[in-house]
């Protein structure tokens, strides 16, 4: 989340959005070329981090006689999907501080969506937090990243893990049009 934020918050507290925008005054053009670029350099860097803390949690595990192989059912979805939504997450930052365009306020709210809101979902009644809990964003990551995913009465208030991540992946494109137009519209 944090490098999401920095990407286009760290213009702006410097000031150096304004020579961008002098270089590329078509801001959709600029907003999207920022999003493209972060997206990719995330994903590439999340899905080698991902492999490689797969692979030596084996090599960890291997003496325990407890491992998995990158064949078994879920492995490859929750290894790959845990890559995909790193990238979402920063990607969710990036659409926040395109409307935000404060490091630390966009961090902070960042923060508040993903780790505070999910506790606070829980701290209501059952019948309500069950609700609530398959809409919020960090539902998606905890979905996409299980290897076992069984759909018994401690995730029956969730939709799949993709059906999870597309909820994620529905609100940060939202947030990325809003982030858009409201960086094209306003003042540098």
Not at 24 to 42: Q, T
Not at 87 to 115: D, E, K, P, S, V
Not at 137 to 155: F, H, K, L, M
């Amino acid at each position: 989340m944090v490098p999401g934020a920095l990407v286009l918050t760290a213009e702006y507290s410097t000031g150096m959005i304004r020579t961008s925008l002098i270089a590329m005054p078509r801001r959709i053009v600029l907003y999207a070329a920022k999003a493209v670029a972060f997206a990719a350099v995330a994903l590439v860097v999340s899905l080698a981090t991902a492999f490689t803390a797969f692979y030596l949690g084996q090599s960890l595990l291997a003496s325990t006689h407890q491992s998995a192989t990158m064949a078994g059912p879920g492995v490859l979805r929750a290894v790959i999907g845990s890559a995909l939504y790193i990238t979402l997450c920063g990607l969710f930052a990036f659409a926040a501080a395109a409307i935000i365009r404060n490091t630390a306020a966009t961090i902070t709210a960042m923060i508040g969506l993903l780790f505070v809101l999910p506790v606070l979902v829980n701290l209501l009644p059952s019948s309500w937090g069950n609700d609530l809990v398959r809409w919020l964003p960090s539902s998606a990551g905890r979905a996409i990243s299980a290897t076992v995913w069984e759909a018994g009465p401690q995730n029956s208030h969730l939709f799949s893990p993709w059906g999870q991540f597309t909820v994620f992946a529905v609100y940060t494109a939202v947030l990325l049009v809003v982030g858009g137009i409201l960086f094209r519209k306003r003042d540098a």
